[in-house]
């Protein structure tokens, strides 16, 4: 069972394929794998600078989507990876260099505290050509909350991202995640958002005690359409990237944002 009760296939968990598995041990990832493991060989070169600011998204309305979103259509080559923005900026920088070398985008949920701590990191998501959003203020358990307090978590992240950025952000997740109840759905509708992202892979970085076993998730559940929850604040995630984007190339899918997913 995976971290929201779901029944991980074993077939698929472990069956990610003789080459992925290779690549992990060439890289060196073993479960004591860190954040400065090396690109696997042949990895494509570092594109250039960008040469303009990109314009910040603003939330969506996608027709015929249900307000809580948890994957993309499953008949186009697209996945999604999504990223808690917070913990140690290093990581999260570093974890954006190996996005980009690969040639991604990606949605990035920041926490408004983390923006407020770190605030060059908004505008150095939106340089990279990533999208960001909402993923409350404190990172607080929106579900036990009442409902001004949890109405509060998610404004005072718009507030944040509107002063840094000029937009209130492209989507809003629930914390901790991936799921929000139907009167969080209903406040983030109020605040803005007429979807709520969620996801249908979970990488389970925060708990992983290595490479391996964050790559054998991801590859394990991952098909077209999806959508996958990782965090900026994990070094196994930063030595993982370049094998999960290898891995995502190999299958034919293509790493975009959840509204070009959507899209």
């Not at 109405?151 to 952000?169: P, V």
């Not at 900026?232 to 293509?254: C, K, N, Q, S, Y």
């Amino acid at each position: 069972m995976d971290g929201r009760g779901t029944p991980v296939r074993r077939r698929d968990a472990l069956g990610v394929g003789a080459g992925l598995l290779a690549a992990v041990a060439a890289a060196g990832c073993g479960p004591g794998g860190s954040a400065g493991a090396p690109v696997a060989a042949g990895a494509p070169a570092p594109p250039p600078p960008y040469t303009r600011t990109p314009v910040p998204t603003a939330p969506r309305r996608f027709p015929g989507q249900p307000v809580q979103i948890a994957h993309g259509p499953r008949d186009r080559p697209r996945v999604a990876l999504t990223f808690d923005g917070r913990g140690d900026p290093d990581l999260a920088r570093a974890a954006l260099a190996r996005i980009e070398r690969a040639g991604a985008r990606v949605t990035v949920l920041a926490v408004g505290s983390w923006l407020d701590a770190h605030p060059g990191m908004a505008r150095r998501i939106l340089d990279g050509g990533h999208e960001l959003g909402n993923h409350t203020q404190h990172h607080r358990d929106l579900a036990t909350l009442d409902e001004r307090t949890a109405y509060e978590e998610i404004t005072e992240c718009a507030r944040r991202l509107r002063r840094l950025t000029g937009s209130i952000g492209a989507w809003f997740r629930a914390s901790p995640g991936p799921d929000a109840t139907l009167l969080v759905q209903r406040l983030a509708q109020r605040a803005g958002y007429p979807h709520v992202l969620s996801y249908d892979v979970e990488s389970l970085d925060h708990a992983a005690n290595g490479v391996p076993a964050v790559t054998r998730k991801v590859a394990g559940e991952l098909r077209p359409g999806s959508v996958v929850g990782m965090g900026f604040g994990h070094p196994v995630t930063v030595a993982a990237l370049p094998l999960l984007l290898t891995e995502i190339d190999r299958r034919g899918l293509r790493a975009v944002t959840a509204t070009e997913l959507l899209s």
